[in-house]
């Protein structure tokens, strides 16, 4: 009597679409990068436990995990459809770190509302439309980053490459990805606050660099349509976070230029940090850049070990799926 969703790490902002762009990725060895909810029926009131290797980075009162807050979200808008709350207890297994900038807030929101609204699907014969569930996502992430964006929630919940747009009946559409594509994500293993890390940009922009984002994140989009690799890549640059943030990621220009000096097609900052995303359509470079980043990129403590690691990824097109 029991339902399991999974639900995975996303690369925020993609470089040229500062908040309102999203690519969900998945590594090609076949682990789960992402977090798992499982919801089940209880008699004894509404329980969170929280397992997994990145469980005791999380609040130690169940209370303030965001998983707990979207069950609260979740029951309140069950009364609003008149429907029969039921007591459940929830398994979260934190798979993803803390703070790394591969979504990890939102693998946790976004397999938490996914995951009861198949458990009231299956049992109760009830389930929210996906753009209610999709509101309730954002709301979620909101509460933890400080203002709401849905570059993760969205291709997380829904796969693939998301493009927020300002239009609350559609929230996301779906942008063609480039299939053949490699992401090598490097996480170096240390924390940066989603939120921190807003903090740190400025309130405003120059002209010049208004222009240069518009005509990126233009040129980008039309190029997926396109199926045209080499302009959308070509492109992918970031003027908005990543000239202000880079200063918090240590070796994060040493990195760039190696891979740049490389051949890879693009580099940039995974939503906030300190993740590392390279771009490349060749499997030897995508090797070659994950051994470099693995040696180059993670950071030790001081006994010598590292929290760190490299995957080598392509698109998850499913985005969050209920497990056998
Ligand atoms: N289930 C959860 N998963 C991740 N972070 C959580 C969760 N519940 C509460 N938090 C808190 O939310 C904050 C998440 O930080 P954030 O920088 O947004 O993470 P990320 O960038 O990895 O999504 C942390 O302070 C963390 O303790
Ligand atoms: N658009 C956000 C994305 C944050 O992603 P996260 O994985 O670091 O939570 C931002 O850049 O602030």
């Known amino acids: 009597m029991s339902v399991s969703v999974f639900a995975p790490a996303s690369i925020g902002n993609v470089s040229v679409g500062f908040d309102v762009l999203g690519l969900a990725v998945r590594p090609i060895d076949g682990t789960l990068l992402g977090d798992v909810v499982t919801v089940?029926?209880?008699?004894?009131?509404?329980?969170?436990?929280?397992?997994?290797?990145?469980?005791?980075?999380l609040p130690s009162d169940s209370k303030d995990n965001i998983v707990w807050q979207c069950?609260?979200?979740?029951?309140?808008?069950?009364?609003?459809?008149?429907?029969?709350?039921?007591?459940?207890?929830?398994?979260?297994?934190?798979?993803?770190?803390?703070?790394?900038?591969?979504?990890?807030?939102?693998?946790?929101?976004?397999?938490?509302?996914?995951?009861?609204?198949a458990f009231y699907q299956k049992y109760h014969d009830f389930s929210f439309a996906e753009q209610e569930l999709l509101e309730m996502m954002g709301k979620m992430e909101a509460k933890i980053s400080g203002s709401l964006h849905y570059d993760n929630v969205a291709p997380c919940f829904l796969g693939g490459m998301q493009l927020m747009v300002p239009d609350h009946t559609i929230i996301s559409r779906s942008l063609p990805a480039f299939e053949d594509c490699y992401y090598i994500m490097a996480y170096p293993g240390i924390e940066v606050s989603t939120?921190?890390?807003?903090?740190?940009?400025?309130?405003?922009?120059?002209?010049?660099?208004?222009?240069?984002?518009?005509?990126?994140?233009?040129?980008?989009?039309?190029?997926?349509?396109?199926?045209?690799?080499?302009?959308?890549?070509?492109?992918?640059?970031?003027?908005?976070?990543e000239p202000y943030r880079q200063a918090i990621l240590p070796g994060y220009s040493d990195a760039v230029k190696y891979l740049t000096e490389s051949g890879c097609l693009a580099v940039g900052i995974s939503g906030s940090g300190p993740t590392l995303f390279c771009v490349t359509d060749d499997f030897n470079k995508a090797q070659q850049f994950a051994s470099w980043l693995n040696e180059n990129y993670l950071q030790t403590s001081a006994t010598g070990t590292s929290e760190g690691f490299v995957h080598i990824c392509q698109t998850d097109s499913q985005g969050a799926v209920t497990l056998p």
């Open 195 to 241: 939120k921190a890390a807003r903090e740190i940009l400025p309130v405003a922009y120059a002209r010049a660099d208004v222009i240069s984002f518009g005509q990126n994140l233009a040129t980008f989009v039309d190029a997926c349509h396109r199926h045209d690799k080499a302009q959308a890549f070509s492109v992918l640059k970031d003027v908005i976070a």
């Open 71 to 117: 069950l609260l979200l979740f029951n309140q808008q069950l009364v609003a459809h008149q429907q029969d709350v039921a007591q459940v207890k929830i398994t979260l297994d934190k798979r993803m770190p803390v703070g790394s900038g591969l979504g990890s807030s939102a693998c946790s929101v976004v397999a938490a509302v996914a995951g009861l609204n």
């Open 40 to 57: 089940t029926h209880s008699n004894s009131g509404d329980q969170l436990t929280v397992i997994g290797d990145f469980a005791q980075k």
